[in-house]
T-cell receptor, first 115, second 112 residues
Framework: AQTVTQSQPEMSVQEAETVTLSCTYD???????LFWYKQPPSRQMILVIR??????QNATENRFSVNFQKAAKSFSLKISDSQLGDAAMYFC????????????FGAGTRLTVKP | DGGITQSPKYLFRKEGQNVTLSCEQNLNHDAMYWYRQDPGQGLRLIYYSQIVNDFQKGDIAEGYSVSREKKESFPLTVTSAQKNPTAFYLC???????????FGEGSWLTVV
């Protein structure tokens, strides 16, 4: 079975600094999507950023960017200029394209932002 | 607006009772998923359905049951066989291409 691994249960960053959250995955597929979701205390799942596996260019959304290494099956999230509102649980997710059987989440990384 | 609606948001269950969590979507998606999340933990897959009248067990299906009689509905029943049901439950549905995953707002279940 395909797996998604987040090796950092907790991370901490100083406000305005940069932090990188790690994610690795295992798949035999060539076409898939990778996601980072943010889950604040409200428990609502909020999409942070999405990467299509066929695209070589790393996705960027304002202060959030990814480092997608397809051969290494690595998908890290970089948060620049961290803000207090970034404090949350972050989940890495994998979804095979056109395959409803295959959608997996990592165990999550709890990010704390220090003022 | 298209989306996923879960109800109730908060539910209390007595020991030995079965309870059903509702998940409804108006996205016209085929696939629907149920996840369980314990405090400070990740999402664990309970059941998923690829299409109407079909569903498959996930990683932690014991003590749970589902049905998929209609495309828009995927209710989850937490049976009395589930010994530790207190958790947060999330319903999700990806679109066909897989580039978007929609989530409900979740349901909190507490055993009293």
């Amino acid at each position: 079975a395909q797996t998604v691994t987040q090796s950092q249960p907790e991370m901490s960053v100083q406000e305005a600094e940069t932090v990188t959250l790690s994610c690795t995955y295992d798949t035999s597929e060539s076409d898939y999507y990778l996601f980072w979701y943010k889950q604040p205390p409200s428990r609502q799942m909020i999409l942070v950023i999405r990467q299509e596996a066929y695209k070589q260019q790393n996705a960027t959304e304002n202060r959030f960017s990814v480092n997608f290494q397809k051969a290494a099956k690595s998908f890290s999230l970089k948060i620049s200029d961290s803000q207090l509102g970034d404090a949350a649980m972050y989940f890495c997710a994998y979804r095979a394209s056109y395959n409803n059987n295959d959608m997996r989440f990592g165990a999550g990384t709890r990010l704390t932002v220090k003022p | 607006d298209g989306g996923i609606t879960q109800s109730p948001k908060y539910l209390f269950r007595k020991e030995g009772q079965n309870v059903t969590l509702s998940c409804e979507q108006n996205l016209n998606h085929d696939a629907m998923y149920w996840y369980r999340q314990d405090p400070g933990q990740g999402l664990r897959l309970i059941y998923y359905s690829q299409i109407v009248n079909d569903f498959q067990k996930g990683d932690i299906a014991e003590g749970y049951s589902v049905s998929r009689e209609k495309k828009e509905s995927f209710p989850l029943t937490v049976t009395s066989a589930q010994k530790n049901p207190t958790a947060f439950y999330l319903c999700a549905s990806p679109n066909l291409s897989g580039n978007t995953i929609y989530f409900g707002e979740g349901s909190w279940l507490t055993v009293v």
